[in-house]
């Protein structure tokens, strides 16, 4: 495979204007209350009232330019009063009023104080909103004295997608969303193969404010997004399934330290998991293949006291078990589904050991222990997919504290029990499984000395490692993958890179049509895990990642 470069960005947060404060529009010059190097604006007292000269200047401005986040402090703003002379005036009244997304304490929208002895004002208390970015205009007002005027601009981390297709992969990233308050906190996607249909895709986006946003395409056909459900725990990544009927996705959040789920046919969220110890704090779902009517799925969830909770519904009939405990509450869990059999996998850490449990329709299997002699695994993920020769396709990757890779496979192509493939990985990073490819085999993405990597199982075995993006910038952060079966053709998979600087890559290889990787955007949160999925379109994947959204 090769790697193609292509730049398009993404609504890259322009810095804001800067212009020089006074009673006009103009251009602004940043100042500081230690440093007042930029021009002032010359202004005749009418009647001063505490002024120690018959003139005196009055300059406002912010010591950073740069672009503020949500809820950023914004009380570095000041003013600086001086006379005709450049001695300072202390004791001078000014008022401060505010206007765009920031606000004082209790949402006032005015603030009045006076000079120290350096002749500086200060907008105490000044805070960016924590709903939505745009630009602040922040105005002081002098006895006597013309107002003057500085502006900062407030970004939001907002949600984008490309589609990529076999005959188009210039389409630009478009954001998603934009009524959505708060920052992007976490975005899921699914995917899942139905016969006659191009590709079951749905999606799942929780933000910083608690808003559970949620789309699903099925058919061809993308519903709009839609405000599911309200007061999510930001600090838990969601999870996203396709279950019950044909059209059905089911959108996974926490809530109050409880697991909530919400579908997309206007169903209002209800509580899915109370744990009976502690909260949970990581989430993992799965589906497998459209059969007999329904989608079988499941989920994975453990909580802070080391719970784990196996979700499944096969058949449209739901089972919730716990299924261990002592689990580690900081690792995600891997969740499978054997097809479109009433079969699932629950893959959990503890003790720094891989453990695994099988759920069925009426009871679940014991906790059996993956990888003997592996002690300290920090990360897992895995991947299933449909097949008509072998309709229970499945992939695992491990990833140890140490740094060492593990990868295992159970396809059409190829069967492999878990095998050290690498080391000297970045355990940090989620590593990415799918399946598929050149054939029926396995992918194994991770992370290696900021690099992107790859494992890939073939005919018995795993064929050499490859790195993948050469082009990309910066540090690899996080990585998400996706695959799923197209008729008359390998298993499709699709990945999304997100580096340190921001960039986003990405690759399909869709319809035996494999031309590497494609520099999706820029502006991306590198703190943020990006969504993959399958579907959408003919033959295509997307791609969904959280970036900078300008004002």
């Known amino acids: 495979m090769t790697d193609r470069h292509r730049s398009l960005p993404v609504n890259p947060a322009a810095p804001p204007s800067v212009v020089e404060g006074h009673a006009g529009p103009s251009r602004r010059s940043v100042v500081t209350a230690a440093a007042w190097a930029v021009p002032v604006v010359s202004i005749a007292l009418a009647t001063p009232a505490h002024a120690a000269s018959s003139n005196a200047r009055i300059t406002i401005g912010f010591p950073d330019e740069a672009p503020r986040g949500l809820g950023a402090d914004l009380s570095d703003a000041s003013v600086l009063v001086v006379s005709q002379n450049g001695v300072p005036l202390p004791g001078e009244t000014v ?23 350096a002749g ?14 745009g630009v602040v205009t922040l105005t002081a007002t002098a006895s006597g004295v013309a107002p003057v005027q500085t502006t900062i601009t407030v970004v939001q981390t907002g949600l984008f997608a490309v589609p990529v297709t076999a005959g188009d992969r210039e389409q630009p990233a478009a954001r998603q969303i934009p009524d959505a ?25 929780v933000t910083t404010t608690g808003e559970v946003w949620t789309t699903a395409s099925t058919n061809g056909t993308a519903s709009p997004w839609r405000l599911a459900a309200t007061g999510a725990d930001p600090a838990v990544a969601g999870a996203t399934a396709f279950g019950y009927a044909t ?23 209800a509580q899915l998991v109370a744990p009976t110890a502690g909260t949970v704090t990581q989430v993992d779902a799965a589906n497998g293949s459209f059969g007999g009517g329904t989608t079988p799925m499941a989920v994975t969830a453990v909580t802070s006291a080391g719970e784990v909770w196996a979700v499944t519904t096969f058949a449209s009939v739901q089972a919730i ?24 996998q629950h893959r959990y850490v503890k003790g720094g050991q891989l453990w695994q449990v099988v759920g069925g329709p009426s009871s679940a299997s014991s906790p059996e222990r993956q990888l003997d002699g592996v002690d300290d695994v920090v990360q897992i993920e895995a991947a299933a997919a449909f097949h008509p020769d072998m309709p229970g396709q499945i992939a695992a990757t491990a990833v140890t504290a140490g740094g060492a ?12 029990p878990w095998e050290l493939r690498d080391e ?71 990945y999304t890179m997100v580096t340190s600087t921001g960039q986003v890559w990405g690759h399909s290889y869709i319809a035996t049509d494999n031309d590497g990787a494609w520099l999706l955007g820029t502006g991306a949160s590198a703190t943020l895990a990006p969504a993959t999925a399958i579907g959408g379109a003919p033959d295509g994947s997307t791609h969904l990642f959280a970036g900078t959204v300008p004002a």
């Open 424 to 494: 000297g990985v970045q355990p940090g990073v989620r590593p990415a499984t799918a399946i598929g490819g050149n054939a029926t085999g396995s992918v194994h993405y991770y992370a290696k000395d900021g690099q992107l990597w790859r494992a890939w199982s073939y005919g018995g075995g795993f064929d050499p490692n490859a790195r993948k993006a050469e082009a990309a910038t910066g540090q690899v952060t996080a990585i998400t993958a996706a695959s799923a079966y197209r008729a008359g053709e390998d298993p499709q998979i699709a």
């Open 120 to 133: 500086v004002a200060v907008a105490s208390g000044l805070l960016a909103s924590l709903l939505a970015g």
């Open 181 to 205: 308050t708060g920052d992007v906190a976490d975005v899921s996607s699914a995917t899942s193969y139905v016969p006659g249909q191009p590709g079951r895709t749905a999606s799942t986006v």
């Open 247 to 269: 059209t059905f996705s089911t959108h996974y959040f926490v809530k109050d330290g409880a697991l909530w789920w919400v579908g997309n046919t206007g169903l209002a969220a």
């Open 95 to 117: 008022t401060f009023t505010v206007t765009g997304p920031a606000s004082f304490p209790d949402g006032a929208l005015t603030f009045t104080t006076v000079t120290n002895a």
């Open 405 to 416: 890779l593990w990868a295992m496979a159970d396809t059409a192509g190829n069967e492999t």
């Open 321 to 344: 078990r716990l299924i261990d405990t002592g689990a580690a509450p900081t690792v995600r869990p891997a969740t499978t589904v054997v097809g479109s059999s009433s079969v699932s």
